[in-house]
């Protein structure tokens, strides 16, 4: 049986809009979807502001490209790593970006490698630009990668009436389980998950306090909940029925 192919990723950082508190959550994020060929990171490194970057990137073999700031209130950082990008795309050697930024700027980029039939994954705080966070195929917010790193910092469990009052979260949880669901109303919770990703790019059980989509959507107790055997015989899969239809 041949072995399932590994992603090879390209994994490329704007220091200037990234903190170093979340390289290990980083790398740990990128390390599910594949290998990083490629870590590269772009600011002035003669910049005080980058000392905490300077301090991580030996142990994680980050490499630092060096960019001076040419011109005040131009970021030249941007210019470096797009074209960077493009000229990693022209090769022909990845199957995936990671583009490391809460810059807009990054938009047209990202759109750029999607048309050229490669996933993109971003990673940015929560102010980051939606134009941006939808041009990606998949975006994680940087919140969440320091919350794991530092404890202090956790992302707040959501309760359930919380759940609920989240219109948008609501919408989306239903029309996926809608989409995915067979004849009598139940889904498999998996294709849910793919479901949700291919309509929100930048939806994460863990921006709700949860480690997982099927801890979420007991929590939001909004759908039935049934365990039935796997095709193995050994494990469970969980599928699910919107309560409305079971009334």
């Known amino acids: 049986m041949a072995s399932e192919k590994t992603e090879r990723l390209t994994v490329l950082i704007d220091a200037d809009n990234t903190q170093a508190s979340i390289i290990d959550g980083l790398l740990a994020e990128v390390a ?10 772009y600011g002035d ?16 073999s980050i490499q630092p490209i060096q960019q ?34 809460s810059d807009s700027d990054f938009t047209k980029l990202a759109s750029r490698i999607r048309e050229s ?14 134009a941006f966070v939808s041009a990606c195929d998949k975006f994680i917010y940087t919140e969440v990668l320091r919350a794991r790193a530092n404890e202090s910092e956790a992302i707040v469990r959501k309760s359930t009436a919380e759940l609920k009052k989240d219109t948008r979260l609501v919408m989306l949880l239903r029309n996926a389980v809608d989409s995915a669901s067979d ?6 919770l998996a294709t849910v998950g793919n479901t949700i990703a291919k309509q929100s790019s ?31 015989g050994q494990s469970k899969s969980i599928y699910l029925r919107d309560k409305r239809k079971s009334a």
Request: aromatic residues 14%; charged residues 25%; hydrophobic residues 35%.
């Open 32 to 41: 599910k979807y594949g290998i990083a060929s490629v870590k590269r990171i």
């Open 45 to 60: 490194w003669t910049s005080q502001a980058l000392k905490g970057w300077k301090e991580v990137l030996l142990e994680h």
């Open 68 to 101: 001076f700031g040419y011109t005040r209130g131009k970021n030249a950082t941007d210019s470096a790593m797009i074209i960077d990008a493009m000229d990693l795309l022209y090769t022909g050697n990845f199957d995936g970006f990671c583009i490391v930024s």
């Open 117 to 130: 039939g490669l996933f993109v994954y971003g990673f940015g705080e929560k102010k980051t630009p939606s």
């Open 183 to 188: 004849d009598s109303g139940w889904a498999h």
């Open 202 to 232: 930048e939806f994460d059980p863990r921006n709700y306090g949860y480690g997982k989509l099927g801890e979420l959507v007991r929590a939001a107790k909004l759908f039935d909940l049934e365990e039935r055997p796997a095709g193995d």
